[in-house]
């Protein structure tokens, strides 16, 4: 089983770069998450979705954007990178019911020089 | 907004020994769940045990098993037995209960441990 698959694993970029970290999940659900891990720090909620066509800001969107135009698949995108997006993202999904059990990828490491 | 804090950066316990990892978090709700999350050096986390606020039985989950004080906002994680594999990150996370719309987690910053042999 796949389950939720990011991509690029690693990633190196220049400052004012953009990008798109790529995420999938195959089990059908319905609310997916990009979360960003700092060193140190805890998982911090950057957007999610409820479904296809419906996106929202979670608690650190600036610099970001999401579409979600299938269940499938949810990019994160970065414009213009800076050094304060170095860090590593999650894309979780979970469905109704789930109480709160997320099932992660295993995360896409980026670096801003 | 709710705040989940971990204490503890770091712990290091000889196998088989039994460790505590230790969670506060604060908030105005009434219902909602708390769960800790394990992420090995794979780094792909995993849910290891949730509780329910509204149950004041502590949840248990083979060696993991937690102490939740409701009125101390206290959610404590003991790992029995510890083995060479709980080696990990653990996270405690906060949700709010809902019936409807996204699981929001708000996690803590994390407590490295380390099982040595």
């Known amino acids: 089983n796949a389950g939720v698959t990011q991509t690029p694993k690693f990633r190196i970029l220049k400052i004012g770069q953009s990008m798109t970290l790529q995420c999938a999940q195959d089990?059908?659900?319905?609310?997916m998450y990009w979360y960003r891990q700092d060193p140190g720090m805890g998982l911090k909620l950057i957007y999610y979705?409820?479904?296809?066509?419906?996106?929202d800001k979670g608690e650190v969107p600036n610099g970001y954007n999401v579409s979600r135009s299938t269940t499938e698949d949810f990019p994160l995108r970065l414009e213009l990178a800076a050094p304060s997006q170095t860090s590593v993202y999650f894309c979780a999904s979970t469905k109704p019911g789930q109480l709160g059990e997320l099932f992660f990828g295993e995360g896409s490491r980026l670096t801003v020089l | 907004a709710q705040t989940v804090t971990q204490s503890q950066p770091e712990m290091s316990v000889q196998e088989a020994e039994t460790v505590t990892l230790s969670c506060t978090y604060d908030t105005s709700e009434s219902n909602y769940y708390l769960f800790w999350y394990k992420q090995p050096p794979s780094r792909q986390m995993i849910l290891v045990i949730r509780?329910?606020?509204?149950?004041?039985q502590n949840a248990t989950e083979n060696r993991f098993s937690v102490n939740f004080q409701k009125a101390a906002k206290s959610f404590s994680l003991k790992i029995s037995d510890s083995q060479l594999g709980d080696t990990a990150m653990y996270f405690c996370a906060f949700m709010k209960h809902t019936n409807q719309g996204a699981q929001k987690l708000v996690f803590g910053q994390g407590t490295r441990l380390t099982i040595n042999p």
């Open positions: 509780q329910e606020a509204y149950k004041q």
């Open positions: 979705s409820v479904g296809a066509g419906i996106t």
């Open positions: 089990m059908n659900h319905n609310y």
